[in-house]
Structures are given as structure tokens and as C-alpha cells.
Nanobody, 128 residues
Framework: QVQLVESGGGLVQAGGSLRLSCASS????????MDWFRQAPGKEREFVAAISWNSITYYSDSVKGRFIISRDNAKNTVYLQMNSLKPEDTAVYYCAASRDGRVGPLRLRVGVTEYAYWGQGTQVTVSS
């Protein structure tokens, strides 16, 4: 049984930092691209960042320069280091696994249904 479990969310003041983790089990982690998405109340789920199986990264414009995605294949875990947080970063953050190998801007063309597995989400709240 495949599981993706996010952790590290919480309440932080604007300008602060958080590090999210997504621990996986039951899948060949090193074969999957891993992405982070977020969904704010009343808004659609949006792409945040992606890292390919060989660690090529891509970020949405809204987080580029502030967030860093990384992976540790030995620990079957993907991370999202979030710096200089803003109130508009408040959302539930989800990790997702996909065998789709597209990188760079092409990553935005990967449909939601092409992600094989999703985590349950972790809440990030940034106060002003």
C-alpha cells in the first residue's frame, strides 16, 4: 500500500520559514517525480514546485526564489523549504507522485489525473 505523508506545517509569521516533508512508502520513490501543490480556501489547487527523479527542479513564479524543493532518495522523502513566507502562502500543501518525466515549464501540462499518489495535506498558515 502506497502512502505519502506530509508533515512540518504550522503557524508562522510573515517573513518566517517552514520546512515541509513528504515521506513515502510502498513505491519505488527514486522512479517518481515529486511535486508540491497547495490549495487555499475558496481557490483551486495550484502547482508549487516539482523535482524530477534525477533532481531537476521547477517552481511556480509565485514561489521562485523563496522556496526550495529537494529529495532524499535514501529516505524516500521530498522536502519543501519555504522562506520569506507571505500571508498569501497560507494553504493546505500536498505532495504528489508521478511517473511523468516532463520538467521545466512542461511540468505545468501534467494533468491532475497523471499523479498516481497524493498525500493528505498539511496546513500552512502565515500571519501578517
Amino acid at each position: 500500500q502506497v502512502q505519502l505523508v506530509e508533515s512540518g506545517g504550522g503557524l508562522v509569521q510573515a517573513g518566517g520559514s517552514l520546512r515541509l516533508s513528504c515521506a513515502s512508502s510502498g513505491l519505488t520513490f527514486s522512479s517518481y517525480a515529486m511535486d508540491w501543490f497547495r490549495q487555499a480556501p475558496g481557490k483551486e489547487r495550484e502547482f508549487v514546485a516539482a523535482i524530477s527523479w534525477n533532481s531537476i527542479t521547477y517552481y511556480s513564479d509565485s514561489v521562485k526564489g523563496r522556496f526550495i524543493i529537494s529529495r532524499d532518495n535514501a529516505k524516500n522523502t521530498v522536502y519543501l523549504q519555504m522562506n520569506s513566507l507571505k500571508p498569501e502562502d497560507t494553504a493546505v500543501y500536498y505532495c504528489a507522485a508521478s511517473r511523468d518525466g516532463r520538467v521545466g515549464p512542461l511540468r505545468l501540462r501534467v494533468g491532475v489525473t497523471e499523479y498516481a499518489y497524493w498525500g493528505q495535506g498539511t496546513q500552512v498558515t502565515v500571519s501578517s
